[in-house]
């Protein structure tokens, strides 16, 4: 840590802040108020947000640093998430065995796959990686049902052979007996704050995966990758191989997807072969970009506001607009709810797509340029005030 | 931040340190279940496909889970719960408790439906989740109440596998299954089209669709037909024009089409739009069967259902006073009569509060004693029961047929036969049931 530069340092320990103190800020309205709706401070929710993360932030190391656009970063996730399932089902529930699979496997498939795909670049690269991704959840959906149970989705039965587990071992996923699931809640006034095993675990391994991506960002390799982005081929006239250097940024971001699948099936031992979908692949290119390709932080921010999306917002029904604009006039009320009720609920896509086109136009450099933005007003603001403090009078 | 010390890391650490130990400080109160209601209101957990192919059934169910919560609070007319055998329910909420609902989008996926399950349990602090529009969803989401503690009420399923292989001391089945119509179809299949039939499946390539195939397949198979081949289609497959052509030339003379909601739709105008209806195979007129059938179905795919076979749990044309009662009060507050999805999730629903209003408590474990082996009526399907052994409901099964001249856009199957509830019971560790195991109830404490 001691070789990091002061701006790297102050963004890991925000890092490390955020993570620590998520159930409080994620549970800012008291419960049972009415814009309790918006807490996002549950378990279930805090581990997406975390795992997520994990994905995302692998991804960027790819994206963000070589400009290789891969569209199909959604079959590492599932390849890692069968893996640890299938350890919960051999060995047993101990969640270290499935994660150490997952990445393993992710790393071994993402270097296949990578090897054959990276002989392109471009579109032609991001085509092949979908064109694999698609097989693969093609294969997981039908042909190897005995491996992935299809459409049902792998879980763990009572009778699978879980060697190492006996009548007394814990049923559910646990490290070392801390089990995923556990959660202890803190009922502070009208505020409640829930504080799961599951979550710190993840969060643990946000925070080790951001500090390895900060580490490569500032590396001789990192620059090699951000090299090949500015300019592949003037590299390769000067007589530098950048395959192997491609090659190596795939596998880590695979390695990376493959540990946020085995996370996934720690918190919630269920893999389903839709999570390997092409939709899934875009989803993850849509958080790096919203949240700014390249930079350290904004695809965990990109993360946190899709899913934020996605649980929260399609969750809001005609009923619970209804409850809203009660105060209103009938009339009004429901001309209000008619309109809303297309960006809310099943309409959560629509409000998500209108948000990332606005992005898109106003802030190409996604969450992260806005907040850059806003600390370069602020800073010129003070700057501005402090020259009219001490304003010069002209010289006569 | 410049001076970021040795010192500085260290009281970092001891603050951050601090923070994590404190929850293991301050542990809350135990409760004796998951999310025991503690106010004057009790949250149930509505849990629907509202985009993806069976978006019409989930919307169908969701009106149901809302006119039941309305009945229950002691709204509207109360519907089913007058003619209900058990008179525990007052329409003063469950347990002098007033019902409240959340409801979420399963967007007919395993992880999205167990997302969204997950929020409505640790967030809403819902005490029991119902719903599903498809088995996978369904069995995904069983497995997840079990784990967490709560009951799960299964909304439409038909799979085995619900109550076979996958079943679960949390979760219950009130709907019929693949097995039920196989028994129920076939006699009244090998009435009209005879012995000497060739079969050819298509198949919705999930547990659903698999365990149907296999009942169907095996049920005709005893009375004489031949199944020619099965070809599974995925799901998400909107044109079946590649999966009808080739049954032309494979000798069958039937089509089963064991496919549902706009799925079915589909594959059942591609099949005749493909004049299949019109040919004569082996000098017998082709066949179409839909095994499992809804009026949201047949209505959809409009004038090509007309004289089609099928079964279904349950239909609004029926003339006992439960159905009458529903029907009327659904119409009234909608302005159209409900579908078989939304009878079974309203029964559902009616059959939770009075479980709970007979065991004294929310305790799932104590609402699975109380469902258990329980025997109803007047709730739409005559005399049922909650079989202990598998939670499955027993029940008589509607052979239906696409009706030639049809009244009205609503009007549009007639039943032909109510199979009796002897003909389509089998034994709990039946082979294609078996594998599974309840396992105890789980309350989550």
Not at chain 1, 271 to 279: H, Y
Not at chain 1, 311 to 334: M, Q, R, Y
Not at chain 2, 155 to 162: A, E, F, K
Request: with cysteine; proline share 4%; aromatic share 12%.
């Amino acid at each position: 840590m001691k070789s990091l530069a002061k701006s790297d340092k102050r963004t890991l320990l925000f890092v490390i802040f955020i993570a620590i103190a998520a159930p409080f800020l994620l549970n800012p309205f008291p419960e049972g108020s009415a814009m309790a709706q918006f807490n996002a401070g549950y378990p279930d929710l805090m581990q997406r947000f975390a795992y997520f993360g994990v994905l995302a932030i692998g991804f960027n190391i790819l994206f963000g640093l070589t400009g290789y656009l891969s569209f199909g970063h959604a079959a590492f996730l599932g390849v890692g998430s069968y893996s640890a399932v299938w350890m919960f089902k051999l060995l047993g529930m101990n969640i270290i065995p499935g994660l150490i699979l997952s990445v393993i496997v992710a790393g071994i498939f993402s270097l296949l796959i990578g090897y054959i795909s990276l002989r392109r670049s471009g579109i032609y690269f991001s085509i092949l990686t979908l064109a694999f991704a698609q097989m693969s959840f093609a294969m997981a959906y039908s042909v190897l049902t005995p491996l992935t149970n299809g459409e049902t989705g792998l879980q763990v039965y009572a009778d699978d052979p879980q060697v190492f587990m006996n009548e007394n071992s814990i049923a559910v996923p646990h490290l070392f007996g801390l089990k995923m699931q556990d959660t202890f809640t803190l009922d502070i006034g009208p505020w409640a704050f829930q504080f799961n095993i599951g979550y710190y675990i993840c969060a643990l391994f946000l925070i080790a995966a951001f500090y390895m991506s900060l580490r490569i960002f500032r590396s001789p390799f990192g620059l090699m990758l951000r090299a090949i982005k500015t300019n592949q081929t003037r590299l390769n006239y000067t007589g530098i191989n950048t395959r192997p250097y491609t090659l190596a940024a795939f596998v880590i971001s695979g390695m990376y997807a493959g540990l946020a699948g085995g996370l996934m099936a720690s918190m919630d031992p269920l893999a389903g072969a839709e999570r390997m979908q092409w939709t899934a692949s875009g989803e993850i290119v849509l958080m790096t970009i919203l949240g700014g390709a390249g930079t350290l932080i904004g695809p965990v921010l990109g993360a946190g506001f899709i899913k934020y999306f996605e649980n929260i917002f399609s969750k809001i029904n005609e009923t619970v607009l209804h409850g809203w604009f009660a105060f209103l006039p009938d009339g009004l009320e429901n001309a209000i709810v008619w309109v809303l009720h297309f960006f809310v609920g099943k309409g959560w896509h629509l409000t998500l797509g209108l948000l990332f086109m606005a992005i898109v136009i106003f802030l190409p450099g996604g969450l992260m340029e806005g907040a850059q933005r806003i600390g370069n007003w602020w800073k010129n603001r003070r700057a501005k005030g402090k020259t009219s403090s001490a304003k010069t009078t002209p010289a006569e | 931040m410049s001076n970021f010390t040795r010192r500085g890391l260290l009281k970092t650490t001891a603050i951050a340190g601090a923070g994590l130990a404190m929850p293991t400080l301050i542990t809350s109160p135990v409760a004796a279940y998951t999310n025991a209601p503690t106010g004057g209101s009790v949250t149930l957990g509505f849990n629907v496909p509202q985009t993806g192919p069976y978006a019409d059934e989930g919307a169908d169910e969701l009106r149901a889970y809302q006119l039941a919560v309305e009945h229950l609070n002691g709204g509207g007319d109360g519907g089913m719960m007058n003619t209900f055998s058990s008179k525990e329910l007052k329409g003063n909420g469950i347990l002098g408790k007033k019902v409240e609902y959340v409801t979420g989008d399963t967007q007919t996926k395993s992880d999205a439906a167990r997302a969204s399950a997950k929020s409505m349990i640790e967030k809403d602090g819902a005490v029991m989740i119902t719903g599903g529009s498809s088995s996978g969803v369904a069995i995904a989401v069983q497995g997840l109440c079990q784990e967490a503690g709560v009951i799960f009420m299964a909304g439409l399923t038909h799979s085995n596998d619900t109550t076979g292989k996958d079943k679960k001391a949390n979760g219950f089945r009130h709907f019929f299954n693949g097995y039920m119509s196989g028994a129920a179809l076939a006699p009244v299949l090998e009435a009209r089209y005879g012995k000497d039939r060739n079969a050819y499946h298509l198949t919705a390539d999930y547990t659903w669709g698999w365990t149907q195939q296999e009942s169907i397949a095996a049920a005709t198979e005893a009375k004489g037909w031949n199944t020619v081949n099965n070809v599974l289609t995925p799901l998400a497959t909107t044109d079946f024009s590649s999966y009808v052509a080739p049954v032309l030339n494979s000798g069958a003379d039937v089509l089963v089409l064991n496919h549902y909601g706009g799925n079915m739709i589909n594959s059942l105008t591609s099949a005749v739009q493909f004049g299949l209806r019109d040919k004569v195979v082996n000098n017998k007129n082709f066949e179409i069967v839909v095994p499992l059938y809804s009026r949201l179905m047949a209505r959809g795919a409009g004038e090509n259902v007309k004289g089609i076979f099928g079964s279904t749990n349950w239909h609004w044309s029926l003339t006992d006073e439960g159905t009458k009662a529903f029907v009327k009060s659904f119409g009234e507050k909608y302005g159209f009569p409900p579908s078989q999805a939304a009878h079974t999730t309203y029964v559902q629903t009616l059959l939770y509060a009075d479980a709970c209003e007979r065991a004294g408590t929310f305790n799932p474990c104590g609402v699975a004693e109380a469902l258990e082996g329980f025997k109803f009526d007047g709730l739409g399907n005559g005399p049922t029961e909650y079989r202990a052994e598998d939670h499955q409901c027993f029940k008589d099964v509607l052979v239906v047929k696409g009706k030639e001249n049809p009244t009205s856009e609503f009007d549009v199957l007639e039943v032909v036969e109510i199979t009796p509830r002897a003909q389509v019971e089998y034994a709990p560790d039946h082979p294609m049931f078996a594998g599974g195991n309840l396992g105890a109830c789980n309350s989550g404490a």
